[in-house]
């Protein structure tokens, strides 16, 4: 199954795409960081993310989408701000008629690295490693978005590839 999975930000939008099934390692499709102005409107910066998470999932084709779920940080301006983009990212999914999951940066870290108390450097070295990268996916917003997909293949994914397939065939009649 393809994954397309979003690292959700405002600033620098982490996505990555891989293939996979569960209990296998992943192949990395692509991966990329989506930028805005910090000086743009609200809007143009909302329309810009959705018009560039529109196209990769047009381009890629994947199967499902996993987003990083938004957790309570000290900063509510920024957790705003992340909410806005997931919430961008879960619509361009929807509009695709593609199954979405959303899991919590613990999830991810368990799945990725087996401790849900993992930092940024042990997540970008196990993504390297589960992908058998020659070098690691820069910035980080593009090692914790390709995460987010292995995660995903990884814990059941292949329900959502199930449920997509079912829901094409109700299209098709």
Not at 36 to 57: A, F, G, I
Request: glycine letters at 8%.
């Amino acid at each position: 199954m393809r994954v397309l999975g979003v690292d959700p930000g405002l600033t620098r939008c982490g996505v990555g795409v891989v293939e996979g099934v569960p209990g296998r390692p992943c192949d990395l499709v692509a991966y990329y960081v989506i930028h805005s102005d910090p000086e743009d409107e609200l809007p143009d910066r909302l329309l810009h993310l959705d018009r560039s998470l529109s196209d990769l999932v047009a381009e890629h084709r994947p199967d499902s989408v996993a987003v990083e779920r938004v957790f309570s940080q000290h900063n509510v301006r920024t957790v705003m701000g992340t909410a806005q983009a997931g919430a961008v990212a879960v619509l361009a999914a929807a509009r695709a008629g593609l199954p979405v999951r959303m899991y919590s940066p613990s999830e991810v870290k368990a799945a990725v690295t087996g401790s849900g108390q993992a930092d940024k450097a042990q997540m970008t070295a196990m993504v390297t490693r589960l992908l058998r990268l020659e070098a690691p996916p820069r910035p980080a917003d593009a090692a914790d978005a390709l995460a987010l997909a292995i995660c995903h293949v990884w814990r059941g994914g292949t329900r959502d590839k199930l449920a997509a397939a079912v829901q094409r065939n109700r299209g098709a009649r």
